[in-house]
């Protein structure tokens, strides 16, 4: 039974899922002696059988699972590695019968930020009881209402558990229930259709399998090309208006989670909707792909005609919050929605630890990381549109993921590194960059990627995993503050400046060979194309500018205070003694040696 003395707290969390889960972890680090409940439906010991979209964590999910949550252990020893994402494009579409029948792109050595494919069930299953040990109270039960009132008036969530309903009341109340919608049906907060998508109008199948035979996608042996695993990769299988993922979730029972994403406008739902036409589907397009299945056993399958939606608000100042999957999801293609949430959960902690604490500013943290994530998700809208024409294009498509990598590792993990998501002057900074790329730089590249298709050019097959394809051995996982050498983990330490003016510099030069190879003399000197040349080159300028005010504010502060702090009480009190501690008192030493006579007596008796 719960009493009603129970049933008041700081947080009320709909939803337990990885999201939900998360929130509650992060919550109680950051804010001891915070009061969190969570409410699912679903039991703690959760079905193998979970419908869920996103096994697979990037760089700024996993460095928040592994550093911010404190699960860096648990995921080594429960989850599988993930050893970057691997893209596979047919040589004939009507031969793919093995890896050999397909042009690659995959990671040639091991990520210098480790990330891990998460079994999702394994995991909701078990954070939940790390979070109900750490004082996390959990409701199995519906939510039936929710009150939003304004402000900081208390707010009511109407719940049902077996047959007794109560009511739980907090200040503040997070929607981590996914698609239910709890809060955005409420308040007309979610947004449908590929018009409100820029264009974007996709279904999902998938499947998992356990038992398979891996050998059949690698034996793993490839001495030339990689020093690290391509099984332990998610691996992309791209078709006409589709692409395909393969992750491994499970290392004891060789479980893979198998999908689809389809673009409706290509590949109808009539295709792929049923696990018998999406097995057929794939038979009949990735052969590979049909044999790992027909090797292994059949654990789920699931069917999404419609994937994509979004929110007008994120965080409410009426301290409502909508996060994961109730806040936006669009398309899985570089697994971003662990990280969207990993970003939205450190926004939320800030708003609310804020409140708590009284602080003056909570409603321009509020605001400000309302628009920071809104205009994230915006951006990763971005990333999707035009795939229906170019996803199946190899040449188009290795460019894209180049350009796209080019910022993600250049700009958006060391921002993440260095907690600049959270920073209130360099937010608007980045929002207005943001905003002026998706508006212009991109939306002209992906028409021209959309031109290049409809010639069938062949512009070569550009990989964003080596270094010998632009200038000054450059890749693009290529960082350009030491943040990882010398552990600048704590805010505003990673010099964000000095990666964005690099960045910058290189995609002027990507830009460059891109107009050159697709277009020739006449893209090199089309005004408009001329333009974004030199925007790019201003703005490494301007970041070149800020870095300076960066250094200067930062002059003589540590890398890391932790290890400065330890490197000044060495300096301070350290002395070299040699001497070895007694290992014996002398008592011990004569209890020691009337043992060895009582034994010494014992052993003449014996041979006697």
Request: aromatic letters at 12%.
């Amino acid at each position: 039974m719960y009493t009603t003395e129970s049933l008041e707290y700081d947080v009320v969390i709909m939803g337990a899922g990885f999201a939900g889960l998360c929130q509650a972890r992060h919550l109680m680090l950051q804010i001891p002696g915070i009061r969190v409940a969570l409410v699912d439906p679903r039991p703690e010991e959760r079905s193998d059988k979970d419908s869920k979209i996103g096994e697979s964590t990037i760089e700024i999910a996993a460095l928040f699972l592994a550093k911010e949550l404190g699960l860096h252990e648990y995921l080594i020893e429960n989850h599988t590695p993930k050893l970057g994402l691997s893209f596979h494009w047919p040589k004939d579409p009507a031969q793919t019968e093995n890896l050999d029948d397909y042009f690659h792109i995959w990671s040639n050595r091991q990520p210098a930020i480790p990330a891990f494919q998460i079994n999702r069930v394994k995991f909701e299953r078990d954070l939940l009881q790390m979070n109900k040990k750490m004082g996390a109270f959990f409701y199995n039960g519906r939510v039936l209402d929710v009150d939003l009132t304004p402000k900081d008036a208390i707010k009511t969530v109407s719940i049902k558990v077996g047959n007794e309903q109560m009511e739980l009341k907090a200040k503040h109340i997070i929607d981590a229930a996914g698609r239910k919608f709890i809060i955005g049906r409420k308040t007309d907060n979610v947004i449908f259709g590929s018009e409100n998508m820029m264009g974007l109008d996709i279904g999902s199948a998938w499947m998992r399998v356990k038992n398979v035979d891996r050998t059949v996608f690698d034996s793993g042996y490839d001495p030339l090309n990689s020093s690290i695993s391509h099984y332990y990769s998610t691996n992309h299988y791209f078709g006409h208006g589709h692409w395909l993922w393969m992750i491994p979730i499970d290392t004891e029972l060789k479980e893979l989670s198998i999908g689809i994403i389809h673009h409706h406008q290509e590949l109808p739902s009539e295709i792929v909707g049923t696990k018998e036409k999406f097995q057929q589907f794939i038979h009949d397009n990735h052969k590979i792909l049909g044999k790992i299945i027909d090797s292994g056993e059949l654990v789920d399958f699931n069917y999404w005609p419609k994937v994509s939606h979004r929110s007008k608000t994120l965080f409410s100042p009426d301290n409502w919050y909508v996060i994961g999957d109730a806040a936006y999801m669009f398309d899985a293609f570089y697994s971003y929605g662990t990280t969207t949430i990993a970003l939205a959960i450190e926004s939320v902690t800030e708003i609310i630890r804020a409140q708590l604490a009284g602080e003056a500013d909570v409603e321009q943290k509020r605001s400000a990381y309302n628009e920071f994530n809104l205009g994230y998700a915006r951006s990763v809208n971005c990333l999707y549109v035009s795939h229906a024409q170019q996803l199946g294009h190899a040449s188009v498509m290795s460019w894209r993921v180049y350009f796209e990598y080019m910022w993600w590792f250049g700009v958006q993990v060391p921002m993440y590194v260095g907690k600049w998501h959270l920073d209130l002057t360099f937010i608007p900074i980045y929002l207005k960059t943001l905003n002026a790329n998706v508006d212009g730089l991109f939306a002209d590249l992906y028409q021209q990627f959309n031109q290049l298709v409809e010639q069938n050019a062949n512009i070569g097959l550009m990989d964003c995993y080596r270094s010998d394809q632009l200038i000054n051995d450059y890749y693009t996982a290529k960082h350009f503050d030491d943040f990882l050498e010398n552990s600048k983990l704590e805010p505003r330490r990673c010099n964000v400046f000095g990666s964005l003016k690099a960045t910058c510099f290189y995609v002027a030069i990507w830009y460059f060979m891109f107009q050159w190879k697709g277009f020739g003399i006449q893209g090199l000197l089309k005004p408009r194309n001329i333009y974004h040349f030199l925007r790019l080159l201003a703005l490494s300028g301007q970041a070149a500018i800020g870095e300076l005010v960066y250094k200067f504010k930062t002059r003589g502060l540590p890398a890391n205070t932790e290890v400065e702090e330890m490197r000044q009480e060495f300096r301070q009190s350290y002395q070299f003694r040699p001497e070895l501690q007694p290992w014996m008192t002398e008592k011990t030493t004569k209890t020691t040696a009337k043992e060895a006579d009582v034994n010494q007596i014992l052993e003449v008796a014996r041979l006697r």
